[in-house]
């Protein structure tokens, strides 16, 4: 996820290195984490400080750069390659009150061999450091550690990277506005929504004209004519049948090796804590017409995630199904004697409903998620429906989504 501002340029001194990139792993804002990455002593004349503090300036001019004493920074060495450095009074990431804090930031691998991480964070976080290093950036990973009683210092937690580059005469910088641009859909899960649009479309077009042919020699007294048309109606639906099989399997595929949390396997149980399963019925209350306000989450809310899991177990039925109604005509292996067994049991007749009847469901989800995405975008008016083609949302900045921290 990262945040863009509102364009609205200015010219500025190019130092000799750029801050550019943000990633987080969204316990803290974009905002916090290059609050992190800028903490030094006022007088530093390193190039990381300096360049990180006037990305902070420029991106995020509320929030200041952590005050730092000359003594409380422990450079990076050459048998430990990151920096340690003593906040005294970081503000805290609710935004209220502060904290002693010490904070790591150096080579990503060093942090996280340091720092405390989940599998599944550290799986996204490389992917998103590798995209940054293959296209000349240079990631520098953050982490922070609470400083208790006794100056003991805590377990380091990581937070994300800032992208470290070398300056060129083109770079600007963006001002604030009171609205930002949070970037949620990755090009990639984009791609995927409209190719499954698309196939759909044509999948039931096909499929319902080969169940009832409603036009041509069929619907006519010369039926006896129908074959070239209806065969090209059935290798239409073959055909993108065996193109949408292709497409299920890479999202199968993506859920487990992604860059992009959106479409990690997690994404897909929609209620993963008792404030969700709360917010489900707060949600379902507003769409009903019941309740003025929603919850407000940055990506799927609890209902819609519920939906597109279904959606996503229908789909994977009606490619069982349909898989079903090829091998029968196609029983030469092993392989389509398997997928042909339903049929044996239940006829073609069932299995045909059945196909037809899921693909009806599947249309009816369709007419719902046109009309709420169409209510929400007038209701909202965050862009929500431009987001499936340009991957971002506007957001007034103090705003605190369930699933996203504060907008800054």
């Known amino acids: 996820m990262s945040i863009e501002e509102r364009p609205a340029v200015a010219a500025v001194e190019v130092p000799a290195l750029v801050a550019g990139n943000t990633f987080t792993l969204g316990e803290l804002s974009i905002g916090r984490v290059l609050a992190m990455a800028a903490a030094a002593p006022a007088d530093s004349e390193d190039p990381v400080d300096r360049a990180c503090a006037i990305a902070l300036a420029a991106e995020r001019p509320d929030i200041a750069v952590p005050s730092v004493e000359d003594g409380d920074v422990d450079h990076a060495r050459i048998d430990r390659h990151y920096s340690l450095t003593r906040v005294r009074s970081l503000v805290a990431s609710g935004g209220e009150g502060t904290q002693d804090t010490v904070i790591m930031r150096g080579e990503v691998e060093a942090v996280l061999r340091a720092a405390r991480i989940s599998r599944e964070d550290r799986t996204v976080l490389l992917k998103n450091a590798d995209l940054s290093a293959r296209r000349g950036s240079r990631p520098m990973a953050i982490a922070s550690a609470p400083v208790g009683p006794n100056d003991i210092v805590g377990a380091f937690t990581v937070h994300g990277f800032v992208c470290i580059r070398q300056a060129t005469a083109n770079d600007i910088t963006t001002a604030s506005d009171q609205w930002a641009r949070v970037n949620v859909w990755s090009v990639g899960l984009r791609l995927q929504h409209w190719a499954n649009v698309a196939l759909v479309f044509l999948l039931s077009i096909s499929g319902y004209y080969i169940m009832d042919p409603f036009f041509g020699p069929v619907a006519t007294d010369h039926p006896e004519q129908a074959g070239y048309l209806m065969g090209i109606f059935r290798f239409g639906h073959i055909t993108c ?154 957001v007034r900045r103090g705003t605190k989504p369930v699933d996203a921290p504060r907008i800054r």
């Open 241 to 394: 049948a065996f193109l949408w099989l292709g497409l299920g399997l890479t999202r199968l595929i993506l859920a487990f090796t992604s860059r992009d949390p959106y479409l990690r396997w997690p994404t897909l149980w929609p209620l993963k804590s008792k404030e969700d399963v709360k917010h489900l019925g707060e949600i379902i209350g507003h769409y009903a017409f019941l309740r003025r306000e929603e919850p407000l989450y940055l990506a799927h809310n609890p209902l819609q995630q519920l939906a597109y899991t279904g959606l996503y177990v229908a789909g994977g039925i009606q490619m069982l199904t349909g898989l079903t109604l090829y091998a029968t005509y196609h029983q030469n292996n092993w392989f389509w004697q398997l997928m042909a067994t339903p049929e044996h049991w239940f006829g073609m007749g069932p299995i045909r409903l059945f196909h037809a009847m899921v693909m009806f469901c599947m249309w009816a989800f369709v007419v719902m998620h046109v009309y709420l995405a169409i209510r929400a975008d007038s209701l909202d008016r965050s862009g929500g429906i431009s987001a499936m083609f340009n991957g971002g949302v506007w």
